[in-house]
């Protein structure tokens, strides 16, 4: 019953190599997002879909692709993995995407995936 | 300069006690959201409580309330009785009404942990 899950939940992987990580939320919402979370805590967005259209694309490496086939799927494709890619990535849904309107709106996290790039 | 900002890297409090983190933010923006998040050491993001910038009332979920200054732009998260549960990061985020027609990313203070001792 889990509301947005995440797979793997761990990634260890070599530099150079790419991977993908999936989302999933099943709450019927229709906002989708991408956070990096580094070392320090610090947690920051990267990308965000509302019904399969990227609305928010921050100033990311085009090494990271977000794919949405549908709307309750997000997957992170990452190519050519770097040292500074190690963090934490959290996807996270909404009901509504972050327009004025709905400024109100929660976003609700997944558990998260470690990557690790060695 | 820093959109939200939390002040104490590390706070201790005993169980069965209140403390209050600290949470102050940056906006001219008339509309915005404020939200607290929990981040225990399994590494999920939970979603603990809403103020709106119009609310008229504090806003409380069981034990957590927020202690809404608004004239102060402070948005204190405070919980009462504490148990050892609540050990964890605390995140305080924030987002802005902005403009028509844009997308308003959800931006996180550096966060706060906070020990719980019996």
């Known amino acids: 019953d889990t509301a947005v899950s995440q797979t793997p939940k761990y990634l260890v992987t070599q530099m150079g190599n790419d991977k993908s990580i999936k989302c999933e939320q099943n709450l019927g919402h229709d906002t989708m997002y991408w956070y990096k979370q580094d070392s320090k805590k610090f947690l920051k967005i990267m990308f965000s879909?509302?019904?399969?259209?990227?609305?928010i694309n921050e100033t990311v490496p085009n090494r990271f692709s977000p794919k949405s086939p549908d709307k309750a799927h997000l997957n992170l494709h990452i190519n050519s993995l770097e040292l500074g890619d190690s963090a934490v990535y959290f996807c996270?849904?909404?009901?509504?995407?972050?327009?004025?309107?709905?400024?109100?709106?929660?976003?609700?996290f997944g558990p998260g995936t470690r990557l690790t790039v060695l | 300069a820093q959109k939200i900002t939390q002040t104490q890297p590390g706070m201790f409090v005993q169980e069965k006690e209140a403390v209050t983190l600290d949470c102050t933010y940056d906006t001219s923006d008339p509309s915005y959201g404020l939200f607290w998040y929990k981040q225990p050491s399994s590494g999920e993001m939970i979603f603990l409580i809403y103020q709106g910038s119009y609310d008229q009332q504090n806003a409380t979920e069981g034990r957590y309330s927020l202690n809404f200054q608004k004239a102060r732009k402070s948005a204190n998260l405070v919980i009462s009785a504490s148990q050892l549960g609540d050990s964890a990061m605390y995140f305080c985020a924030m987002r802005e009404g902005g403009v028509a027609g844009g997308y308003n990313k959800l931006i996180f203070g550096a966060g706060t942990r906070l020990a719980v001792h019996p």
């Open positions: 879909y509302n019904n399969k259209e990227l609305i």
């Open positions: 996270a849904s909404s009901q509504s995407p972050p327009v004025a309107a709905f400024s109100t709106d929660t976003q609700y």
